[in-house]
Structure formats: structure tokens, C-alpha cells
């Protein structure tokens, strides 16, 4: 099965901003925060957290640098 079958990715892919990675970090942090509620804190969902938004925080300058 696709991905971008699914209703609700489909349809952030349709409206989002023609950028696969940023609609995938988008759709990422739900999951992120899913994962921290159930682990609750510790080292490893401190990094986790710590790694989305270094990521995003990166991934979104080198955007804005390149366009």
C-alpha cells in the first residue's frame, strides 16, 4: 500500500507545500509527540525531540538559504 493513498496524507500532499520532506516532517511530529506521551520523559525521548527539531529547524533554513 502507498502512503499517499491514505486520506489524510493524501490529502496534506495535495495542499501542502510541494516539498516531500517538509510534508514528512509535518506529518512526523504527531508521531513524535505519540511516542514521548507513551515513553514518557527520558534521555531518549528528550533526543528524539531534540533530533525532530534540529532537523526541521535545518531542514527549513536550508530551504529558505537555496530558494
Known sequence: MNPQNLPVVSYI????ADDRVFDSLLLA????LGIIIVLNRSLFTEL????????FVVY????????
Do not use: H, M, N, S
Request: charge should be negative; charged fraction near 10%; hydrophobic fraction near 50%.
Open 13 to 16: 500532499f495535495e495542499v501542502g
Open 29 to 32: 511530529g504527531p508521531l513524535v
Open 48 to 55: 528524539l525531540a531534540f533530533g525532530y527539531i534540529a532537523i
Open 60 to 67: 527549513t533554513v536550508y530551504r529558505g538559504i537555496t530558494e
